[in-house]
């Protein structure tokens, strides 16, 4: 059974950094792409970034490029998120999410190609 905790959601102030993190059970990161996404009140899910273990590069949304970088350290079964100069727009329910992808080197922003989901955890900006 496949399964997708997240951790490290907090209240910061603007311009501050937070790290979320995504461990994984019942599957080996290697043979999956992990994303992260994001869904504030109101709004619809949006796409953050992604990527391959494989090949360790990531893909970025636009309103995240040069902000946050994503990563996976296999031997922790642990997918990261490092977010920095967090802004007003960021604050969401951040969920991780991994597609299976039989040690391809590939991974997508589309959310419906992923199989399996966290729960998400809640990032909050404010003064």
């Known amino acids: 059974q496949v399964k997708l905790v997240e951790s490290g959601g907090d209240l910061v102030q603007p311009g501050s950094s937070l790290t979320l993190s995504c461990t994984a059970s019942?599957?080996?990161?290697?043979?999956?792409?992990a994303g992260w996404f994001r869904q504030a009140p109101g709004k619809e899910r949006e796409a953050i970034s992604c990527?391959?273990?494989?090949?360790?590069?990531?893909l970025y949304a636009e309103p995240v490029k040069g902000r946050f970088t994503m990563s996976i350290d296999n031997a922790a079964d642990t997918a990261y998120l490092v977010m920095n100069n967090l802004q007003p727009a960021d604050p969401a329910v951040y969920s991780c999410?991994?597609?299976?992808?039989?040690?391809?080197?590939?991974?997508?922003?589309?959310?419906?190609?992923?199989?399996?989901w966290g729960q998400g955890i809640q990032v909050t900006v404010a003064s």
């Open positions: 019942g599957l080996v990161w290697s043979y999956y792409a």
């Open positions: 999410a991994a597609l299976k992808t039989a040690g391809l080197e590939y991974c997508t922003l589309d959310a419906n190609a992923y199989d399996y």
């Open positions: 990527i391959s273990d494989s090949d360790n590069s990531a």
